[in-house]
Every structure is written in C-alpha cells, then in structure tokens.
Nanobody, 122 residues
Framework: HVQLVESGGGSVQAGGSLRLSCVVS????????LGWIRQAPGKEPEAVAS???????IYSDSANGRFVLSRDTGRKIVYLQMNQLRPEDTAIYYCAAAHVTRAQCGKAPWEHRGQGTQVTVS
C-alpha cells in the first residue's frame, strides 16, 4: 500500500502559477505509475499529468505546454508546476498512483489517491 500527501494548492489570479507537491510513502518497493488528477464540481476526474515507472511523462491536452510534472526520486516527491493558470483549472487536485503497465499509465483507474488540494483560479 502507498500513501500520498499533497500540498501547495491555493488561490491565484488567472495567468499566475502554483506548484503542487506530493510526498509518496509506504510500500514503495513496487514501482508505480504516478500522476496528478483533478476534479471540478460536477465534472469527471481528469488525469492532468502522469509519469511512468521509467520516467516518461504524459500530459493532458489542457495541461500540455502549461504544466510541468517532475519528480525527486530520492526524496519520493512528485511536483506539478502549473503556469498560465486559467479559471477552468479550478478544481481539487489529487496525487494518484497505480500499479499498471507503462502503456496503461494515466489511462487505467488509479488505485491510490491522496486527500487532495484545492486550486482556485479567478
């Protein structure tokens, strides 16, 4: 089992930036696909960015070019740098993990999720 704890959300004006952090702990002996998903009120969850076990990063169309996922493998932290934020980026952002193949990373259901952090863009 793996635990995920997010931080870094907040309120920002359109065009601003935020950086989210996710500390990964627990049974990390299994390699996981890690990612950031978000859910806005009344909408389905959306995978924003994912990183495979070998470091390949996949972005959603809405995040591509504005968001950057990075990870500190040694400290087991995954970051999401969000730039050029828009009101439609407002959502609860969750760090998530899944023990799936590289091809399924970001597409298959997420097995673990953190408590979430609110991002509000006005």
């Amino acid at each position: 089992h793996v635990q995920l704890v997010e931080s870094g959300g907040g309120s920002v004006q359109a065009g601003g930036s935020l950086r989210l952090s996710c500390v990964v702990s627990g049974d990390t002996s299994r390699t996981y696909c890690l990612g950031w998903i978000r859910q806005a009120p009344g909408k389905e969850p959306e995978a924003v960015a994912s990183v495979t076990q070998v470091g390949q990063i996949i972005y959603s169309d809405s995040a591509n070019g504005r968001f950057v996922l990075s990870r500190d493998t040694g400290r087991k932290i995954v970051y999401l740098q969000m730039n050029q934020l828009r009101p439609e980026d407002t959502a609860i952002y969750y760090c998530a993990a899944a023990h799936v193949t590289r091809a399924q990373c970001g597409k298959a259901p997420w097995e673990h999720r953190g408590q979430g952090t609110q991002v509000t863009v006005s």
